[in-house]
């Protein structure tokens, strides 16, 4: 993080009224000079000559100055200490900096506070509760500016600047610590409207014409002004995050926002101020009438030389700022004789020159009428045929003048390249359209245009863009993209490159896109729907059957559901190689998609699904007596690797119910008449229970109760039961019930045969006895 201490004197010729801002400090080569002393100028020139001020610079690299003015009778001026960071990140909150002797100035006097000052937060407790109702409405309006960037901004009406400082460090406080650090303040301006800083401090002296606070329109429109000066501010608003961070402050609780500005709100971008200009709106409309007429016809007379026109340019443009429809006249008369002895290919640009007269659309273009047709109808009269390099001409002076109202012929222009992109089989068209963005050399315009072929992109249109990547054009595509471009555009060049390049197709191109654009991971379902036709592009989409199980390596099930493709994967759910987690997954999120599937295939999903959530113990045995039979006759037949797979999840679903449940529910039954392996999963599960030491291990399995319960499952006959149940019962009541037996007490055995005898009478005490002998 590089700082960059500077100092700037700023002069205000009395005469002329003209800024002159000198540096007084050597500049070093990577300071934007010209910029900061700009940045510096519309600050500081409309504010009292002491105030703090922070601002954000225009500039593609971003940066931030921090500016500290006081007079110094030194230089008999307004001395400007700023500090610069190239890259807009300062250590601290800039109202760290805040040093109220600053203002004061004087020989020697500091600029900024000590680096490793911070406001002491219990000050601002004290501040917040000193302020009490006040503090919501202020945090609310932060946040509302945050919310929209183009808001209006937060006026505070104070009588010390020492009390700005303090509310601008309240909502530094409330806020994260990079939005903290970039809010941009001054603690004083005479001039609001002027002000480009998001909170504005002033003071009881400002003048009304300038921002009258009291004003309704300024107050509840134009402005939020929160005034400690006894005026009525602004209607309070307030939301329940102000709410909340207000009352934390009121109970003296000091908010500890996050170091980050992701997903939870803390900080409010405020609104920005608007540019300084000279205020001639203070002129009488019939002196101002009388003015302009005469600058109308200087300048319009043959013998008005450069220097008189550039005083009546600067005239034009204060006037027009307040009063733009007044002063088209006089801009016409101006911009008629800049056009005086330029060519047919000059007007247009020197029409797109003059940014800086204040020119309605309706001027602009009747002044272009006196020297031809415009380009814009022009270009508009060959919209109506493909694209070729007869486009350029007009194209290329609309897109000099920057537009000037012909954004919807420029836009039609766009979508006429564009659609000729799209048809590549259309090779000469598509040649056309190439040769005019080169011919035409406008980067920003070509850019547009690559932007539109990714708009609102359906599987057609990804396979049109693949079709192009794979033209003659594919080259021409790929160099007019960068890691910024359309990322539809950017998928399908990758993809045809890594096709022709290593051969790849299938699943295999799909897992390396997603490799290379998404770190390994599809991210959503609008990205499913991007890759799918570029991995299969053929009609059907239809991976192969070998390859569907793999494409969830790299894409959540759910987004395939989500993006509508589930069908697409219908052999990996009938005939899946082993039941592995993905599958698993995959299953989960189409038992709940919703006509995606045939209902066989449907019932399928939802038949596995059910049957693993049974095994883990997250679908009651009741629920699954009803619900699986009756999912599995839907289905039909099933695959051997799924119809095992159920009957070892059902097993193992079984034996975590109470014994009691497997008579009360039917599963008993279920278990006794079902499937040959179901019985065998079943003798397994019971086996790997009692080998785990659960509640089947011998010396766990003490309950009279459950042996009771157990007894009656496994001893009882049940009709039609297949011969693989009788035989595996008889195993498990000598193997698991009897190797409770030296477990149990005399008390024990009592309380089984009181619980048999309740549940069916003396035969079952009969029988327990028999067989509890029986094994002995």
């Known amino acids: 993080m590089a700082i960059r201490e500077l100092s700037y004197v700023l002069h205000r010729d009395p005469d002329t009224g003209a800024d002159r801002l000198t540096p007084v400090t050597e500049l070093p080569d990577d300071v934007p000079d010209a910029l900061l002393r700009r940045v510096i100028a519309v600050t500081h020139r409309s504010a009292p000559a002491a105030a703090l001020s922070h601002t954000r610079l225009p500039q593609r690299d971003g940066g931030a100055l921090l500016c500290s003015a006081r007079h110094d009778e030194t230089y008999a001026g307004v001395r400007v200490d700023a500090r610069f960071t190239p890259d807009g990140d300062w250590p601290h909150w800039p109202v760290d900096?805040?040093?109220?002797?600053?203002?004061?100035?004087?020989?020697?006097?500091?600029s900024f506070a000590r680096h490793d000052r911070r406001w002491d937060e219990a000050l601002l407790v004290k501040f917040a509760a000193d302020q009490t109702g006040r503090i919501a409405p202020f945090l609310a309006d932060v946040r509302r500016l945050f919310a929209d960037p183009a808001g209006r901004q937060l006026v505070i009406a104070e009588g010390e600047q020492e009390t700005v400082a303090r509310w601008i460090a309240l909502a530094c406080a409330s806020l994260p610590v990079p939005l903290a650090r970039a809010l941009t303040f001054t603690t004083r301006t005479d001039d609001p409207a002027a002000a480009p800083q998001q909170l504005i401090g002033i003071g009881p002296d400002l003048d009304d014409a300038v921002f009258d606070r009291f004003d309704l329109v300024t107050r509840t429109h134009l402005f939020r002004v929160h005034d400690g000066l006894g005026g009525p501010g602004s209607p309070p608003l307030t939301d329940t995050w102000a709410e909340l961070t207000a009352w934390l402050w009121r109970e003296g609780i000091t908010p500890k926002p996050a170091d980050r500005a992701d997903d939870a709100f803390t900080l409010l971008p405020l609104a920005r101020r608007a540019l300084a200009v000279r205020d001639w709106s203070v002129l009488a409309s019939e002196p101002l009438r009388d003015l302009l007429a005469a600058a109308t016809d200087a300048a319009a007379d043959p013998t008005t030389d450069a220097a008189a026109l550039h005083d009546l340019t600067e005239i034009c443009s204060r006037v027009g700022a307040h009063r733009r429809p007044d002063v088209q006249q006089l801009a016409a008369a101006l911009l008629r004789r800049r056009l005086q002895g330029a060519g047919p290919l000059e007007i247009d640009p020197v029409l797109a020159a003059a940014v800086d007269l204040p020119l309605d659309a309706d001027t602009r273009r009747a002044v272009r009428a006196e020297y031809g047709p415009p380009p814009e109808d022009e270009l508009r009269g060959l919209l109506g045929k493909p694209p070729t390099t007869a486009w350029v001409r007009p194209l290329h002076i609309l897109l000099t003048a920057g537009g000037g109202g012909h954004d919807a012929v420029l836009s039609d222009a766009e979508a006429g390249v564009a659609r000729a992109l799209t048809r590549p089989g259309d090779r000469r068209g598509c040649a056309d359209a190439v040769a005019l963005l080169d011919s035409l050399g406008d980067r920003a315009f070509t850019r547009r245009v690559l932007?539109?072929?990714?708009?609102?992109?359906?599987?057609?249109?990804?396979?049109?863009?693949?079709?192009?990547?794979?033209?003659?054009?594919?080259?021409?595509?790929?160099?007019?993209?960068?890691?910024?471009?359309?990322?539809?555009?950017?998928?399908?060049?990758?993809?045809?490159?890594?096709?022709?390049?290593?051969?790849?197709?299938?699943?295999?191109?799909?897992?390396e896109l997603v490799h290379r654009h998404f770190d390994g991971q599809v991210p959503d379902a609008a990205a499913v729907r991007l890759l799918w036709p570029l991995a299969w592009p053929s009609r059907s989409g239809q991976p192969a059957p070998r390859e569907q199980g793999r494409v969830t390596e790299v894409c959540p099930p759910q987004l395939i559901i989500d993006a509508g493709l589930t069908r697409f994967l219908v052999h990996w759910l009938r005939h899946p190689d082993s039941t592995t987690r993905r599958y698993n997954d995959f299953t989960r999120a189409a038992a709940h998609s919703q006509g995606q599937l045939t209902e066989s295939d449907h019932a399928l999903a939802q038949l596995l699904h059910l049957a693993h959530e049974f095994a883990a113990g997250r679908l009651p045995l009741a629920e699954a007596v009803h619900r699986l039979p009756a999912l599995k006759e839907r289905v039909g037949g099933l695959d051997r690797v799924l119809d095992d797979a159920v009957d070892y999840w059902t097993a193992r679903g079984i034996i975590r119910a109470e014994p009691e449940e497997l008579?009360?529910?039917?599963?008993?039954?279920?278990?006794?008449?079902?499937?040959?392996?179901?019985?065998?999963?079943?003798?397994?599960?019971v086996r790997e229970a009692r080998a785990q030491g659960g509640t089947l291990a011998p010396a766990q399995l003490r309950d009279p109760r459950r042996v009771a319960a157990l007894f009656v499952v496994w001893y009882e006959p049940v009709d039609n039961a297949r011969t693989s149940w009788r035989q595996l019962s008889d195993e498990l009541l000598h193997d698991v019930l009897g190797a409770v037996l030296p477990h149990l007490d005399e008390r024990d055995l009592s309380e089984v045969a009181q619980l048999l005898l309740r549940r069916g009478g003396e035969p079952w005490v009969g029988a327990w006895n028999k067989w509890r002998h029986g094994i002995r």
């Open 451 to 511: 932007q539109r072929l990714a708009q609102g992109v359906g599987l057609e249109q990804i396979r049109a863009l693949r079709a192009l990547a794979e033209s003659a054009h594919g080259d021409w595509l790929h160099d007019h993209l960068d890691t910024t471009g359309p990322l539809p555009l950017r998928l399908a060049v990758s993809a045809v490159r890594l096709a022709r390049g290593r051969g790849l197709d299938g699943v295999d191109l799909w897992i």
């Open 97 to 110: 900096s805040w040093l109220p002797r600053a203002l004061a100035g004087g020989p020697g006097a500091d």
């Open 663 to 685: 008579r009360s529910t039917g599963a008993q039954r279920w278990l006794a008449t079902g499937r040959v392996n179901l019985i065998r999963q079943y003798g397994d599960a």
